[in-house]
């Protein structure tokens, strides 16, 4: 598998930050953006050695950066000895090659990062199908940065297309038929899901949804009694679970349903890939939004969510805010009554009123009826 780590018993990946201000781009956005970047190195296991932020109009075409400022991050990085740049944008192919070249170490970009970490936590056999299928999306466009050999024709034995044909447009034939395969067993699970779906709908679906490491395991566990571990690092969660509980004094049987989480700059094709598994959101009777309050940055990962929410179609009228973490708040940061409901999930402050609320906004339970003679 291919992680941050180069080998689990060696020590672990050094990077080297780096971030673009753009115009209307305030500098503190830049700088909050490359400390949730740098979270995500440390969740891929690796460590920040230092970063670098350059202000321009425009991307470079050629280095993304200025070309005097890729010689000053060289120059950082083998000062600070690193052996990995980071940077917080989408590179092309061109421009990865190109840095790689010039900085002397391998080059990720936010994307390919999120993916390794993915590549990581993946364990189901859905989720590890989601995560090829996306990192395929993702490297096909960049498959001509591996090639230095262009001009080579592949032929003969066992190569389609015989001579004329270049080994890259054999390499993106290959990759596309996978991404076909792959997408075509992705949606046999998702018809599977959405039948299962169907034969619990007498029994109304709960999901959680929000920002990564919202706390979001940690108040399903809390909600559903289920002593599943809830991990304080990005992406603990990519596989949707799914826990029956009973509200009201056992009145009021709910499914709750615990989800991967939204990050800033989420690759598209891994919001594709993870189609069924955020199906449960969509297709929820109610949405539960947790959102981190004691984050200093609450409003722009809330906004993050929404529009994540929004994209997948998600309607306003289904969700519930659920403002998380205020055990780590004094009185004036609390939110204001009404606002969405308040509570801890790590201490239990607040859940009755949350289960109280989820049961309002479900009504009441449908009364079981039996035919008789069956």
């Given at each position: 598998?291919?992680?941050?780590?180069?080998?689990?018993?060696?020590?672990?990946?050094?990077?080297?930050?780096?971030?673009?201000?753009?115009?209307?781009?305030?500098?503190?956005?830049?700088?909050?953006?490359?400390?949730?970047?740098?979270?995500?190195?440390?969740?891929?296991?690796?460590?920040?050695?230092?970063?670098?932020?350059?202000?321009?109009?425009?991307?470079?075409?050629?280095?993304?950066?200025?070309?005097?400022?890729?010689?000053?991050?060289?120059?950082?990085?083998?000062?600070?000895?690193?052996?990995?740049?980071?940077?917080?944008?989408?590179?092309?192919?061109?421009?990865?090659?190109?840095?790689?070249?010039?900085?002397?170490?391998?080059?990720?970009?936010?994307?390919?990062?999120?993916?390794?970490?993915?590549?990581?936590?993946?364990r189901s056999n859905e989720a590890r199908k989601q995560v090829e299928l996306a990192r395929l999306r993702y490297e096909l466009p960049r498959l001509a940065r591996r090639w230095g050999h262009l001009s080579r024709q592949a032929g003969g034995i066992g190569v389609r297309g015989g001579e004329g044909e270049t080994q890259l447009e054999a390499d993106r034939r290959m990759l596309r038929r996978?991404?076909?395969?792959?997408?075509?067993?992705?949606?046999?699970?998702?018809?599977?899901?959405?039948?299962?779906?169907?034969?619990?709908?007498?029994?109304?679906?709960?999901?959680?949804?929000?920002?990564?490491?919202?706390?979001?395991?940690?108040?399903?566990?809390?909600?559903?009694?289920?002593?599943?571990?809830?991990?304080?690092?990005?992406?603990?969660?990519?596989?949707?679970?799914?826990?029956?509980?009973?509200?009201?004094?056992?009145?009021?049987?709910?499914?709750?349903?615990?989800?991967?989480?939204?990050?800033?700059?989420?690759?598209?094709?891994?919001?594709?890939?993870?189609?069924?598994?955020?199906?449960?959101?969509?297709?929820?009777?109610?949405?539960?939004?947790?959102?981190?309050?004691?984050?200093?940055?609450?409003?722009?990962?809330?906004?993050?969510?929404?529009?994540?929410?929004?994209?997948?179609?998600?309607?306003?009228?289904?969700?519930?805010?659920?403002?998380?973490?205020?055990?780590?708040?004094?009185?004036?940061?609390?939110?204001?009554?009404?606002?969405?409901?308040?509570?801890?999930?790590?201490?239990?402050?607040?859940?009755?009123?949350?289960?109280?609320?989820?049961?309002?906004?479900?009504?009441?339970?449908?009364?079981?009826?039996?035919?008789?003679?069956?």
């Open positions: 598998m291919d992680t941050l780590n180069r080998n689990p018993d060696t020590s672990r990946r050094r990077a080297f930050l780096v971030g673009v201000a753009f115009p209307g781009q305030p500098a503190w956005e830049v700088e909050d953006h490359l400390v949730e970047l740098a979270a995500l190195v440390d969740t891929a296991g690796g460590d920040v050695l230092g970063q670098a932020i350059q202000a321009r109009r425009a991307p470079d075409p050629r280095l993304f950066i200025g070309g005097g400022k890729a010689e000053a991050v060289a120059a950082a990085i083998a000062g600070l000895g690193a052996d990995l740049a980071v940077f917080d944008d989408d590179l092309t192919g061109s421009q990865a090659k190109n840095l790689g070249d010039l900085l002397k170490v391998e080059v990720l970009d936010r994307s390919g990062l999120i993916l390794r970490i993915f590549e990581q936590r993946a996978r991404i076909a395969q792959l997408d075509r067993e992705l949606r046999r699970i998702e018809k599977m899901r959405q039948v299962q779906r169907r034969g619990r709908s007498e029994i109304p679906v709960v999901a959680l949804a929000g920002y990564t490491n919202a706390g979001k395991s940690t108040l399903f566990n809390r909600l559903t009694a289920d002593a599943a571990p809830a991990e304080d690092r990005l992406f603990a969660t990519l596989d949707a679970r799914l826990r029956r509980a009973d509200l009201a004094d056992g009145q009021r049987p709910v499914v709750f349903a615990d989800t991967v989480g939204f990050i800033r700059k989420l690759p598209h094709d891994l919001v594709a890939s993870f189609r069924s598994t955020l199906g449960e959101v969509v297709a929820a009777d109610l949405v539960l939004h947790v959102v981190d309050r004691s984050h200093p940055r609450w409003e722009d990962q809330k906004a993050v969510a929404e529009a994540v929410m929004g994209e997948l179609g998600v309607d306003p009228d289904d969700i519930l805010l659920v403002w998380n973490k205020i055990d780590r708040l004094d009185a004036s940061g609390l939110p204001a009554p009404g606002d969405g409901l308040a509570v801890s999930a790590a201490t239990g402050e607040g859940l009755d009123r949350l289960r109280a609320a989820i049961v309002a906004r479900l009504g009441p339970a449908r009364p079981r009826v039996k035919v008789a003679g069956a």
